[in-house]
């Protein structure tokens, strides 16, 4: 890459400061990391010879049912992805290439969802769905976030861009309005679908504040649900414990971030550039 | 009706009926609930007009919600959009270990708030915390970070900037990596310096991202409570209450629905502002069609 006027010293202390705010930010991960896999004395003072343990792990599995919170969390953020993928595509393929009355009104109804999102309605979403006898259920977690205007956006911006000769050439040969979208669009939008759906999976793996609105029991409690209400009914509160429950709900998410780091990062800028 | 008409309008229905249920429909009714009395038991409310918002202004609380909000924005905000514009430019050029320092910025993003702040609740305990044993290897007393008023809000400030700073970093990469290098080519034939090269070249062709998360930051700042329920419930003394929190407080630990509609209400007006941000400086590099 090229550099306009760069001084060795000024670019020395560029490397420096990066790497301090690097250091700075990981500070807080390697900690957690630290007192987990080791004994409870060693929290509190670093101390490079300190054995290494499990029994933090162990004691917190134990503790608090993780594995059903776990296959709970599974659960809702692959519902959540299957529904969103389904919807998105067909409202996008609407408003990429069809041509109907109150297109661009509906178009803004939809994207008005981008600013005013279903976290902050929190109150009259929990009547609804105990009004539907849904409350409690991993459905319901899951049900105002289906209509996604955000992955109705980044799909039809992707369709728009797939050359409608394509499209002609499939129809002359006999394909229906569906066949085209299922043959033509969906496999060339796949980079799309890729991004948005580590997007989703990532926030919905995170997602907290309604979760815990809505949920009342082990059998619907996501990770992040469970980890709160475990750290914070634990008394006499046990940090190596603590912490060790708190790396391991966001151990799948973080080793899968870790492994496919470019696919991630790339994948948040994609959904970024709208 | 046509039928491409009809196609459309079968495919756009589920996706516009769970969007207008979960989103539109709830927002017109906070808007008519906060009109309402709360109801009790199967009694229906009573109209009662401006009396929510009446008291909602009478409640001091609401008050220092707003306050706290207002400066949680006001100190969050453009801390991480600095910070994450000069994480970019870090990354941006050919240091050693670009790879892994930008790990290390995006990191945060992939944590649950909620992990992040059992973390950080470790990091303000008193005498044991990091911070207290920093400052003691400094010579420095015990302070109780989080049970200071004010500190509370400073140290939930600090882990808002932690968790997002990485995330915008993203955004600004991914327009740094699309600048023409002819450009800098340019700059650097007329000797023009890096200072210089940067703050009439970059910073403006960067506007429109900042604009962007900027108005994400708005949005945020108003809707990630997480790391208030965990780590200080609002306290000490309502000095870390934030209008959502507020909002969740008095719907779900009060059960006062009419209370928390209307201030539901305020900080929907405050997101419309923040949209009508975006739709009006924004809108016009998006096109519609």
């Known amino acids: ?274 | 009706m046509r039928r491409e008409t009809v196609h459309a309008y079968l495919l756009l229905l589920p996706a516009i009926v769970l969007l207008v249920a979960f989103t539109h429909w709830p927002a017109i009714a906070t808007l008519i609930d906060s009109l309402y009395a709360t109801p009790h038991g199967s009694r229906p409310a009573p109209f009662v007009g401006a009396d929510n918002y009446r008291d909602l202004f009478d409640d001091p609380v609401f008050w220092q919600a707003l306050r706290n909000n207002a400066w949680y924005a006001v100190a969050t905000i453009p801390a991480s959009i600095v910070l994450a514009l000069a994480m970019a430019l870090a990354v941006n050029e050919a240091l050693p270990g670009r790879a892994m320092l930008r790990m290390a910025y995006f990191l945060p993003t992939m944590l649950p708030m909620i992990a992040v702040a059992n973390i950080w609740l470790f990091f303000y305990t008193p005498d044991y915390g990091l911070f207290d044993r920093v400052i003691a290897a400094f010579g420095g007393g015990r302070h109780n970070w989080l049970g200071d008023a004010a500190t509370a809000l400073p140290a939930m400030i600090a882990v808002a900037v932690w968790k997002e700073a990485g995330f915008f970093m993203i955004f600004y990469l991914a327009a740094l990596q699309t600048m023409p290098t002819d450009l800098r080519e340019a700059a650097a034939l007329e000797g023009s310096s890096r200072w210089n090269y940067f703050r009439r070249v970059t910073l403006p062709l960067l506007m429109p991202i900042t604009l962007f998360v900027l108005v994400n930051a708005v949005i945020n700042a108003f809707r990630v409570i997480d790391h208030i329920v965990v780590m200080t419930r609002g306290g000490p003394d309502n000095a870390t209450t934030l209008l959502l929190y507020y909002v969740y407080e008095t719907g779900f630990r009060f059960w006062d629905t009419a209370a928390a509609a209307s201030a539901t209400v305020v900080l929907l007006t405050i997101m419309a502002l923040a949209a009508a941000l975006q739709f009006g400086l924004l809108g016009r590099r998006v096109h519609y069609r």
């Open chain 1, 1 to 274: 890459m090229m550099v306009a006027r760069h001084s060795p010293i000024g670019y020395s202390l560029e490397t420096l400061g990066a790497w301090l705010l690097g250091l700075l930010w990981m500070l807080p991960l390697l900690y957690a990391i630290w007192t987990a896999f080791h004994p409870a004395i060693y929290a509190t003072h670093f101390d490079p010879l300190a054995p290494l343990t499990f029994a933090n792990l162990k004691a917190a599995w134990q503790a608090a049912p993780f594995a059903r919170y776990l296959i709970n969390t599974v659960m809702l953020v692959t519902l959540i992805l299957a529904a969103q993928f389904v919807l998105c595509t067909l409202a996008a393929f609407a408003f990429a290439r069809l041509i109907f009355p109150g297109r661009d009104l509906l178009f803004v109804v939809v994207l008005l969802q981008l600013m005013v999102m279903p976290d902050v309605l929190l109150v009259e979403n929990y009547r609804t769905l105990v009004q539907l006898h849904l409350a409690d259920t991993i459905l319901a977690i899951a049900l105002p976030y289906l209509g996604s205007a955000f992955g109705i956006f980044l799909l039809r911006q992707t369709f728009l861009t797939i050359p409608q000769p394509l499209d002609d050439a499939a129809r002359l040969e006999g394909c229906g309005l569906l066949a085209r979208l299922w043959r033509v669009y969906v496999p060339l939008a796949r980079p799309t679908y890729i991004a948005y759906g580590l997007v989703s999976v990532s926030y919905h793996w995170n997602n907290f504040l309604w979760p815990l609105v809505i949920t009342n029991s082990v059998t619907t409690r996501p990770l992040t649900v469970g980890l709160a209400i475990f750290a914070t009914t634990d008394q006499g509160i046990d940090w190596s414990i603590v912490t060790a429950a708190t790396l391991m709900t966001s151990a799948p998410l973080l080793v899968a971030f870790l492994l496919f780091q470019r696919q991630f990062v790339q994948s948040f800028m994609r959904a970024g550039i709208r």
